[in-house]
Every structure is written in C-alpha cells, then in structure tokens.
C-alpha cells in the first residue's frame, strides 16, 4: 500500500484498490453466465458496497432498518445502495 498523506488520501487509496479487487473478480463463472444483465449488475454493486471502507458497521445497521422499513428486504440492499451513492458521488466530482 502507497502512503497517500492524510485521511482523504488513505481512504482514496483502499477505494483505488477494492476498484482493483474488483476486477480481478470479474471472471465469469458458470453460475454468472445463467443471471441476468441485472442480477449480475447488482452482485457487482453489491461485492463494490461490501469492500467499500468509508461507511461503519453503525451506519450500515442505520441504513437497513431504514432499508427494510422501505420494503427492501434483500441482503443486498445495503450494499448495493452504500456502491450507488459512491459511484454517483464520484461522477458527481468529476462533471464539476
């Protein structure tokens, strides 16, 4: 791991490499190749949501009771939601 400064350059860096891990599980499998376009989509979201090091255990367990009292009860939910609001949030800084 690269020293990166500051708080904001450790948490850039472990974002940079669960981005890495990410694609290094992007090899199909023969369970990958029978889901849809969606499901594979959201298993992706959800593994990117999983490594993500910036949101707590607290927040996690904040976010499915909200999660659940929305009716979305998938094991996924929060994770592909925590993935969502990254990425966006990335695209969001880049556009500026």
């Keep these: 791991m690269m020293k990166h400064g500051g708080q904001r350059g450790r948490i850039a860096e472990r974002a940079r490499t669960a981005a890495t891990s990410e694609r290094a599980d992007l090899v199909m499998t023969s369970d990958d190749e029978t889901l849809s376009f969606r499901e594979r989509t959201m298993r992706r979201l959800a593994r990117i949501g999983d490594k993500l090091p910036l949101f707590d255990a607290k927040y996690r367990l904040k976010l499915q009771k909200e999660l659940v009292r929305g009716g979305y009860r998938s094991n996924m939910a929060v994770s592909v939601l925590l993935a969502s609001k990254f990425c966006?949030?990335?695209?969001?800084?880049?556009i500026r």
């Design 88 to 94: 966006v949030g990335l695209g969001s800084v880049y």
